[in-house]
């Protein structure tokens, strides 16, 4: 029988459980047994991220992104870019019926650190560094804030999904009988399996941070200072829980900051050359929407591109075929001077073209 509500299951039946949160949180036992903590532990199975997320999350990547880049006269930003060493484990002490050891957002349904883990661990990894040089203290005010003051940097989401995959893995407790008071320590004495947990590999990893900019500051020192000691921190310090068995570490990290935002730039501009062609598209309409048929005519001759094919096709057809048929001297010599630009004007005697140049002629009185 399911541990959950009846419509539930027709869902879940129904769909491709892509996110995670459910999986990890709801997915119960279909069976009321009652597992040792060994066997709860094999219960768990490997996941990964399916592909419908990976493209989500990148939309969701590519607006923040965006947005960054259109408050850049607020302030300055770097993305760091790095892969997790051995796994992490963030979410751990989190109280949960399931204890799954995981932060999976609630919306996306991914792994991810929250961006107050991300600005506590830097936070930490400077105190720590500094700690005997009282002159960087002010620097790490400034950054960070005190109770009294906020500080000018901040700290956004990381999200855990390019190639992201999801370990079981258990906690076990050693020398239990010895801190049960049952006898004394001794190296014969089990490791016994205590709690499960998932520790989640992946690569790819966004790191965002930025520093808002003041006339008080540099804010560009700042944010490349603090871009250091966040990688620093991940690498050395590490993040989530069980740190000192290897989890937590992120490796390679590497600033992408100039790659990603060239790139936004450039479809920036882009956007905005076609928003201007399509705004100028429109004027065009309804300025020749205000023309008379002859003004309109007139003006379409005009704008004729002497290397366009297609144009110097028209100009001999339709166009013609109208001057001809309004008997607008404007109009003809538009055409005329459109002609000569071509080489189409000076043509032999008996040829098609020539009867048209001798039609434009007599309608100009030439």
Known sequence: MAWYPLDTEKIKKLSDQTNLWYQLNYDRLDKKEKL??????????????NGSIVRLMDQVIDRRRRLLFQLREEAVCKCLIGRTDYGIVHGLGAAHVRESGLTIHSIYGVPYIP??????????WAQLAFKDRHEITPIIEQLFGTENRRGITQFYDV???????LHPDMNTRLYSEYYEGKQDASDTMSAVPSGKFYTVTADNIEIVISVKKSSVYDADQYLKLLADWTAKALMEVGIGARSSAGFGYMTAIEDKTNTIFAVIEKQEQERQEKLQAEQAKKQLAQKLANMSDTERLVFKIGQLDPKDKNDQQSSKSEYFEQVQATQNREAAAKLRDYWQLIGSWKVKKGKKQWKKVETIKAILDE
């Open 159 to 165: 999200y855990l999904y390019h190639r992201c995959q």
């Open 36 to 49: 040792s903590d060994e066997n709860r532990v094999k219960t768990l199975k490997k996941l990964m991220i």
């Open 115 to 124: 961006a107050s883990s991300m600005k506590g661990i830097v936070h930490h």
